[in-house]
């Protein structure tokens, strides 16, 4: 399984910005997957989870101002966005990109993509 996460970067409070997350490999199926932020010191924050039929929860923290979509119709790719507007310091962190899948002999796992940064400015 491979994870590609790119967007993030440095915005002032106010803006905007887009991670995009693509899943591949071998496997039985793509699950669940979702946006986790987390830097040294601070607790692991599920931010976003999309499940393979586009169902959607938030935390909290972001309902309202961030919203994550799902593409599973390209080259036995999935993709992930998380649209983020309205970004607050607050929201400056690590973020990470999470996939469950099944595997081809029907186990349960997961995978983690690289951390990307996100840093708002007051």
């Known amino acids: 399984v491979q994870l590609q996460a790119s967007g993030g970067g440095s915005v002032q409070a106010g803006g905007s910005l887009r991670l995009s997350c693509v899943a591949s490999?071998?496997?039985?199926?793509?699950?669940?997957m979702g946006w986790y932020r987390h830097s040294p010191g601070k607790e692991r924050e599920l931010v976003a989870g999309i499940s393979s039929g586009g169902r959607t929860n938030y935390s909290d923290s972001v309902k309202g101002r961030f919203t994550a979509s799902r593409d599973n119709s390209r080259d036995n790719k999935n993709r992930v966005y998380l649209e983020m507007n309205n970004l607050k310091p607050e929201d400056t962190d690590i973020y990470y990109c999470?996939?469950?899948?099944?595997?081809?002999?029907?186990?349960?796992?997961?995978?983690w993509g690289q951390g990307t940064q996100v840093t708002v400015s007051s």
């Open positions: 490999g071998r496997v039985f199926s793509f699950n669940d």
């Open positions: 999470n996939v469950k899948y099944t595997t081809l002999g029907h186990d349960e796992n997961e995978f």
